[in-house]
């Protein structure tokens, strides 16, 4: 099976920043977005069981490879970026347009994606995709198998789950309930060095002279600013439970409260 | 705490695989190294995971599977390792200390033979030369070897063994010529564990790596095929200190890896821990505590690298940067924990906290692979030859 993930690469959640112009700073330590690294797990037991290829499609900022470097080292086959300056400020209609318009220009069987990433939680662009495409959209899964010509989806439900079948190719998107992802092997990280990352602009996937990116952004940011600070706030990490315990109970002592 | 190490001198290469073992060290065997200690027992969930994620391969040429790592990439792992479990750290070091003579003097037939196992982690190796007698004073071993035909008749009992009971194959050291001089008597053959007449017949309980099984192993007329003899006969003891040459950095490493796991412990508790209405880290006893612990850390690491590049361009004096490296590092591990438990006060001295058991695994690195009284003669010998 020929499956495309997409990744999107986040900042640490825990660590974002808002940069200057009020945007989230996306150059701090990136990652892979949570539930994208599940799906990517789903993907590669989908191909270590029955054979194909992973290709990774994200759109970041040019610098912001080091997830999809991580990603390939997990066993992606390889990597598609679309990166272009004019996508600054993109807002998430944006997003499915791009990521669609690169999906056209790849062969796959099925597009798997995350149910909804750290940093934004719209949750809206791989329904935005299969609407685009006019693929089925099969949603919350947190299990995805093979069936004749088809995938197969345990949708996660609020009375347990519901069970979807779809022709392909079709859209997925999964939850962590897919299963922990795994480590880079050694050999793996070695090996992802020489794995492509085809870097695409705008013109490349046919969205030159379309109204997509930040100067056609449908929504417009108004103001961004961090939570208000809760006082003199101590956030108690790094240390092993039996001494982050003890570190609390100090705390607790020195003002009385046990 | 650490990301910013010596980033400069080592290749993309070197920093992925240490930025990699660091986080499955972080990760993965941080949340298992105070119940191994307290347990003692081998961490064969963590081999298996070594293995998987192919860390064990590291030292292996990699037309047998391995990755062909160099010497400091090994280190690099087996520190990252061993700062959140010395034990398991030693299950690398270990691995290729086993491998070494193998390596340097292995046919191509015996290393298609024994290598793919090694590399892939199913097996474990073991490095048999000390005896109950034979310690610092290597060259008087009394484990013999008789050549009977196409074979090799082993007989003696051999003490300190590393994962001995472990391992399903152990290099042993015996002598197959006792009239000959010291230097000569000597010869190195590949055991497999499962041949009759080999036993374990003691595990150790010990002070520290207390999950690293510590084995005293006996041998009753175990035969040993000709064909896994490795080198000529009486190469034995020369093979020896050549594996021993290449191998202390391992342990010099595993001493960083500690001294560094209790610096992180320190410098994040004394951040918390507030006496007298403040952290105790703005307190500038404690603060110097802990520039010269990271002090101490950083110049052993550096020592390090810069050993494993000479040893790996062939130095000619590769033996005596080996001694350099585990005399500095060894140092530096007892004395950074030491002083990692003071840091915790009393808090330090309870095992609910990790650096107590750091600083009991810090003082093996000052004993084995040649204890640091011995580090000094190879030093001072390596001094004086080239006085000559």
């Known amino acids: ?258 | 705490m650490t990301a910013a190490h010596a980033l400069g001198r080592l290749t993309d290469d070197q920093r992925a695989i240490r930025d990699a073992v660091r986080t499955l060290a972080r990760e993965r065997v941080a949340p298992r190294a105070a119940e191994i200690d307290r347990t003692a027992e081998f961490p064969e969930d963590l081999r298996v995971l070594l293995a998987e994620q192919g860390i064990l391969g590291l030292p292996f040429p990699e037309r047998f599977g391995g990755l062909g790592a160099d010497l400091l990439t090994v280190c690099l792992a087996i520190e990252a390792l061993s700062a959140a479990c010395a034990t398991t750290g030693l299950i690398l070091a270990v691995q290729e200390l086993g491998s070494l003579p193998l390596l340097l003097a292995g046919t191509e037939e015996q290393l298609a033979r024994f290598v793919p196992g090694l590399a892939s982690g199913s097996d474990l190796i073991a490095f048999a030369l000390t005896e109950a007698d034979a310690g610092s004073d290597a060259a008087a071993v009394r484990t013999r070897a008789v050549r009977d035909g196409e074979t090799y008749l082993l007989t003696g009992e051999k003490r300190f063994i590393s994962q001995g009971s472990v391992a399903s194959l152990v290099t042993v050291f015996a002598v197959t010529d006792p009239d000959a001089d010291r230097y000569g008597r000597i010869s190195a053959f590949v055991l497999e564990t499962g041949s009759p007449g080999f036993s374990v017949t003691r595990l150790e309980h010990k002070m520290g790596i207390r999950g690293s099984p510590t084995a005293e192993l006996a041998f009753d007329e175990v035969r040993v095929p000709a064909a896994n003899r490795l080198g000529a006969e009486g190469d034995g003891f020369r093979l020896a200190m050549r594996t021993l040459d290449r191998s202390r950095p391992g342990i010099a490493a595993q001493a960083v890896g500690i001294a560094q796991g209790a610096l992180d412990a320190a410098a994040a508790y004394a951040g918390q821990r507030r006496q007298f209405g403040k952290a105790i880290g703005e307190f500038q006893l404690v603060q110097g505590m802990l520039a010269d612990m990271d002090a101490r850390t950083e110049a052993a690491r550096q020592l390090l690298y810069t050993a494993c590049e000479e040893i790996e361009r062939g130095a000619p004096d590769a033996g005596r940067w080996s001694a350099l490296c585990k005399l500095v590092a060894g140092d530096a591990a007892m004395a950074v924990t030491t002083d990692a438990v003071q840091v915790l006060g009393g808090y330090g001295y309870l095992e609910d906290f990790p650096v107590e058991r750091m600083m009991r695994d810090a003082k093996i690195t000052q004993l084995y692979e040649g204890t640091q009284q011995i580090q000094r003669l190879v030093i001072a010998r390596a001094l004086l030859a080239s006085e000559r």
Not at chain 1, 107 to 128: K, N, P, Q, R
Not at chain 1, 139 to 147: D, G, H, V
Not at chain 1, 230 to 255: H, K, N, Q, Y
Request: aromatic share 2%.
């Open chain 1, 1 to 258: 099976m020929r499956i495309v993930v997409l990744l999107k690469p986040v900042p640490d959640p825990g660590e974002e920043r808002l940069g200057a112009d009020g945007r989230l700073d996306r150059s701090v330590s990136p990652v892979i977005n949570g539930n994208d690294e599940y799906v990517l797990e789903a993907a590669l037991k989908l191909v270590e069981a029955g054979g194909g290829e992973i290709t990774l499609l994200s759109m970041a900022p040019a610098g912001v490879t080091d997830p999809i470097r991580k990603a390939l080292a997990m066993g992606a086959t390889r990597a598609v970026l679309v990166s272009d300056p004019a996508l600054a400020g993109a807002c998430t209609w944006t997003t499915v347009q791009v990521l669609a318009a690169a999906l056209r220009t790849l062969e796959f069987d099925l597009v798997v994606a995350g149910i909804d990433t750290s940093d934004g939680g719209g949750g809206v662009v791989a329904a935005g995709i299969a609407t685009l495409l006019e693929l089925p959209y099969l949603s919350n899964a947190r299990r995805i198998e093979p069936f004749e010509g088809g995938v197969r989806v345990e949708r996660l439900s609020p009375a347990g789950h519901d069970l979807l079948e779809a022709s392909l190719p079709a859209i997925v998107s999964g939850t962590q309930l897919l299963g922990e992802p795994r480590y880079p092997s050694l050999r793996g990280i070695m090996g992802a060095r020489s794995k492509e990352i085809a870097v695409r602009t705008l013109a490349d996937i046919g969205l030159a002279d379309r109204p997509v990116g930040g100067a056609h952004a449908t929504t417009a940011m108004l103001d961004a600013r961090p939570p208000a600070s809760r006082g003199s706030t101590r956030v108690v990490r790094d240390l092993e439970p039996a001494a982050a315990a003890a570190a609390i109970v100090d705390f607790l002592v020195e003002r009385r409260a046990l």
